[in-house]
């Protein structure tokens, strides 16, 4: 069993950053491609970003490529993304999750956090 829970959101400015902390715990970490998904309200949930636990590849949804950055660090058991140039488009609830396979793709998550409120005020 995996265990993720989501940090930093919040409320900022159109034009601001935020960086978001998923922690994990009770699995080997580094054994897992971690994905973020986020989910507007009114609107279906959908892969923002991931990072394979292979080599450290990553993959975006086009909406956030050159704002966004997705990165871990194994010896914490935490993934990170870095958003920058927030945009008021980007506010919802965002969602860590993990899975085995080494696709940085948005199918296939085994173990989902709780969530964490992403609000970007225009």
């Known amino acids: 069993q995996v265990q993720l829970v989501e940090s930093g959101g919040g409320l900022v400015q159109a034009g601001g950053s935020l960086r978001l902390s998923c922690a994990a715990s009770?699995?080997?970490?580094?054994?897992?491609?971690m994905g973020w998904f986020r989910q507007a309200p009114g609107k279906e949930r959908e892969f923002v970003a991931a990072i394979s636990w292979i080599d450290d590849t990553s993959d975006y949804i086009d909406s956030v490529k050159g704002r966004f950055t997705v990165s871990r660090d194994n010896a914490k058991n935490t993934v990170y993304l870095q958003m920058n140039t927030l945009k008021p488009e980007d506010t919802a609830v965002y969602y860590c999750?993990?899975?085995?396979?080494?696709?940085?793709?948005?199918?296939?998550?085994?173990?989902w956090g709780q969530g964490t409120q992403v609000t970007v005020s225009s």
């Open positions: 999750a993990a899975k085995w396979s080494p696709a940085v793709t948005s199918a296939g998550y085994a173990y």
């Open positions: 009770g699995r080997t970490f580094s054994s897992f491609t």
